[in-house]
């Protein structure tokens, strides 16, 4: 790897976690707004235009509270929970192609952290990890109720991940890969999966709804039944973290659903753009303006999930408990089995069918 | 007994399939809600844009002037006795010679106070009143104040300005809802909120 190649990656990487931050406080204001646009009021539109400084006063606020930390909590644990919860939440974003290459001086480096060939499973395992955060949270704290919800938190979280690994392994048998940028690039155009997979995509989607620990899963926070759920005893930015990072999380989830179903950075007619462009601009300039349309195509789609998590959340009220566990474990795992046996059945059968047809 | 016509029988039947299935159900609720996302905001941006609260709102008090600007007040303390609150307070003094165009009667009040933090806004002052001078105005209220000394109002901001005259728009109940169905048919648009000072 020499230097120009190390220099685009430094910046694609930093650009990449700095975007993911922003995006993520930036939901914060955009979840209060969605909520009262959907609720016919206004949402915040006192601090800066429409209330676009409300993330920064709302930072403020957190940084200067108290950092209490209670006496009988074990407190490297108790100070390492958020710090996980924002490690993992950072972490997955490291994989996911946020556009195809970037063309400079004769190098052609990928819109991607780590072009891992192994990408989807470097994201499952962080995202199996992100329950330690809230786990290690709730037991350091000390406290019955924390604990009832780290442990709430934890089987929804492995409850959930088998459904939502059962219903990739679909994606993974139509692939035959297991490199996001692969998976990307086989949905060439308007080739999506979402039109070969949409029971996949709605087993996947209401499992990262679980993972992400959102509305109408979001049973780890419960002021009736936990006083406050994992972080009761959590204040000042340390609960800022855990909250900020369930904003990541959604936003990383928004993306790889992006990635994975609705084909990342493809959009319909890319090629006849790319053709106008390098014309115009010639292979280099125009091919990096391609990249960057498509990267802003990706950044549509991954933000219009984000708002579908919103909508979503403002429309349906919470599960119960055990109907949370029935969905998960006699629901989605029978389906999303089912889907696998379909998509073998369809890989194995129709497509030879159908590519002989085509010829 | 029947009270309205909406009541629905409760009923157990077992759930059809798409109804077992949710999504349907989910789908139905989001397009409600992205409904919603669209429609006009009921919200009144509240210091900015101020709601008509109706010609008989008790806001805050005046001191009324007659019509070639003398004050109307006599000090006869009837006010201040039926006042609840005891919110009233007041210093009566004899009108000299000379100050025949200032005050409308032989007795005038030299200090009229008014404590709006002992003022519950019941309109009894303005019932007692004989002289026709003590009103509470339903354009403006009494603004947010910070320092203790802005809490006691003085002659200073009860007397009427004869500048901007204040003019109720209705009197009783019936007329105000008389004003409301002309304003509902929009034969009367003249009449606007006036900003708090």
């Known amino acids: ?13 930093v650009a990449v976690f700095g975007l993911t931050l922003v995006i993520a406080m930036y939901s914060t204001w955009a979840e209060r707004k969605v909520a009262g646009f959907i609720q016919d009021r206004s949402g915040p539109n006192r601090a800066g235009w429409g209330g676009l400084l409300q993330p920064l006063a709302d930072a403020g606020k957190m940084f200067f509270k108290e950092d209490f930390i209670p006496a009988l909590a074990n407190k490297w644990l108790f100070i390492a929970g958020p710090s996980l919860a924002m490690l993992t939440a950072l972490l997955a974003s490291a994989v996911i192609p946020f556009g195809s290459t970037f063309r400079v001086a004769g190098h052609e480096v990928a819109l991607q952290g780590v072009e891992s060939n192994i990408g989807i499973l470097y994201v499952f395992g962080v995202v199996a990890l992100g329950v330690y955060g809230i786990m290690v949270g709730g037991w350091a704290s000390n406290n019955k109720f924390s604990l009832l919800g780290a442990i709430r938190a934890a089987s929804q979280n492995i409850s959930y991940e088998v459904a939502m690994g059962l219903s990739l392994i679909a994606i993974l048998m139509m692939s035959s890969s297991l490199s996001l940028g692969e998976i990307v690039a086989q949905q060439h155009g308007m080739n999506w999966n979402i039109f070969y997979q949409p029971l996949g995509f709605i087993i996947f989607i209401t499992c990262s709804f679980a993972e992400c620990n959102r509305v109408p899963f979001d049973l780890p926070e419960c002021e009736t039944e936990l006083v406050g759920g994992y972080h009761t005893e959590y204040g000042s930015m340390k609960l800022g973290f855990y909250l900020f990072a369930e904003y990541i999380n959604m936003f990383i989830s ?14 319909p007619g890319m090629d006849f753009v790319y053709e106008q462009l390098v014309k115009s601009f010639g292979t280099e300039t125009g091919h990096n303006i391609a990249t960057l349309i498509g990267t802003a195509v990706f950044f549509g789609k991954a933000l219009f999930f984000v708002f579908f998590y919103m909508w979503v959340r403002w429309t349906i009220p919470r599960f119960r408990y055990d109907q949370l566990m029935n969905l998960g474990w006699k629901k989605l795992i029978p389906l999303a089995i089912f889907n696998i046996i379909i998509t073998g059945a369809a890989v194995l059968f129709l497509k030879p069918v159908i590519t002989a047809w085509l010829n | 007994m029947q009270l309205t016509n909406r009541s629905k029988q409760v009923s157990n039947k077992q759930m059809t399939l798409a109804e077992r299935a949710y999504l349907p159900a989910i ?14 905001k009921v919200t009144i941006q509240y210091p900015e844009v101020k709601r008509y609260l109706g010609p008989v709102f008790r806001g805050r008090h005046i001191l009324k002037r007659d019509a070639e600007g003398r004050e109307r007040c006599t000090a006869c303390g009837l006010c201040a006795v039926a006042c609840p609150a005891e919110a009233i307070s007041m210093v009566a003094s004899e009108r000299v010679k000379g100050e025949e165009n200032l005050y409308r009667e032989e007795k005038y009040a030299a200090v ?22 003590v009103y509470l105005r339903h354009d403006e209220f009494v603004p947010v104040f910070t320092e203790r000394d802005q809490v006691i109002w003085g002659k200073d901001l009860l007397v009427e300005d004869m500048n901007n005259r204040y003019t109720r728009e209705a009197w009783t109940k019936e007329e105000a809802r008389a004003l409301d169905a002309k304003r509902a048919s929009g034969e009367v648009t003249s009449v606007v909120p006036r900003a708090i000072p």
């Open chain 1, 1 to 13: 790897m020499d230097l120009v190649e190390f220099l685009v990656k430094t910046s694609t990487i």
């Open chain 1, 254 to 267: 928004s993306a790889i659903i992006s990635v994975l179903y609705f084909g990342g950075y493809n959009y």
């Open chain 2, 27 to 40: 789908a139905t609720g989001l397009a409600i809600t992205i409904k919603h996302f669209f429609a006009k």
């Open chain 2, 112 to 133: 009229y106070e008014v404590n709006m933090l002992r003022c519950i806004f019941c309109g009894l002052c303005e019932e007692a009143c004989p002289k026709q001078a």
